[in-house]
Every structure is written in structure tokens, then in C-alpha cells.
């Protein structure tokens, strides 16, 4: 089933100059990006993104990081997009995500761990208009 889903690199992975690697991991993956943007989210952008987490205990220092640097946005389309970004990403504690993954290779700890990625048909479903509109989307 071709689905779509976000997919964000986050402001730790922006300075580390691996943008283009990550994107070549999904590329590869057969993931095709159909959008994509860099900007530097605003803290209420972020904690607007998050609000799903809004009572959650970490939700300060995660929308305080998500809006510390730019990101990089992007619309990925393909058969089973969200499993298998997730699959690439790796568990969201790098220390036990698994080697080979993004994750595993590149991130810093639980918050600082380089992606995002949506996690459910519902969650890309309000993910993806967060920073997408249809006429953004390349069909």
C-alpha cells in the first residue's frame, strides 16, 4: 500500500552535515520525496507540532530543541512509507536503536536523535498540513 508520511531531520543533524546522507538513506529505501522544506520553527510552531505530548513531562525541552536550529521537512511516499521510516529511524534512544539505522548511526540521545517520523496513518495525517499544503505535495 503506497502511504506517505513526515519526515524531519532535526536541528542536531542540520550542523552535523548529513542532510544528504539521510536523504540518500531513504532514496535508496525507495522512498520518494514528494515535498520538502527547511525552516527554523518559531517555540510555539514547535509546541503546536508536539501538542500531543503537551503533558507529557519532556514537552518543554522538546519544543525548546525542535525550535533551536533549522529543520529539514519532508514528504516521503511509498509502499508502507511510515513502517518503514520508522524501521530506518530506529528506536528513539539511539543507544538501543539498531546498528545501521539512523539513530543507531547518528544521534545524540532521546531527544537529540537527528529524525522525526510519523508514527501512524492518524499522526501523518495531521503532520504532513503542519508544514505541507496539497499544492506542495508533487503527484
Known amino acids: 500500500m503506497v502511504e506517505r508520511t513526515l519526515s524531519i531531520i532535526k536541528?542536531?543533524?542540520?550542523p552535523k552535515n548529513?542532510?544528504?546522507?539521510?536523504i540518500?538513506?531513504?532514496?535508496?529505501?525507495?522512498?520518494?520525496?514528494?515535498?520538502?522544506?527547511?525552516?527554523?520553527?518559531?517555540?510555539?510552531?514547535?509546541?503546536?507540532f508536539y501538542y500531543v505530548h503537551r503533558e507529557r513531562p519532556f514537552f518543554d525541552s522538546l519544543a525548546t530543541f525542535m525550535s533551536s536550529g533549522p529543520i529539514v521537512a519532508?514528504?516521503?511516499?511509498g509502499e508502507q512509507a511510515i513502517s518503514k521510516n520508522r524501521s530506518m529511524m530506529g528506536a528513539t534512544d539511539p543507544k538501543k536503536a539498531?546498528?545501521?539505522?539512523i539513530r543507531a548511526d547518528f544521534g545524540?540521545?532521546?531527544?537529540?536523535n537527528v529524525v522525526?517520523?510519523?508514527?501512524?496513518?492518524?499522526?501523518?495525517?495531521?503532520e504532513i498540513p503542519f508544514f505541507f499544503s496539497q499544492l506542495d505535495l508533487v503527484r
Open 18 to 22: 548529513i542532510i544528504g546522507e539521510i
Open 98 to 101: 539498531d546498528k545501521g539505522t
Open 24 to 48: 540518500k538513506r531513504f532514496e535508496t529505501a525507495q522512498l520518494k520525496i514528494v515535498a520538502i522544506q527547511m525552516r527554523h520553527l518559531s517555540k510555539k510552531e514547535a509546541e503546536a
Open 116 to 126: 522525526h517520523g510519523s508514527d501512524s496513518p492518524a499522526s501523518a495525517a495531521f
Open 74 to 77: 519532508m514528504v516521503l511516499e
Open 11 to 14: 536541528p542536531d543533524a542540520v
Open 108 to 112: 545524540g540521545g532521546i531527544e537529540t
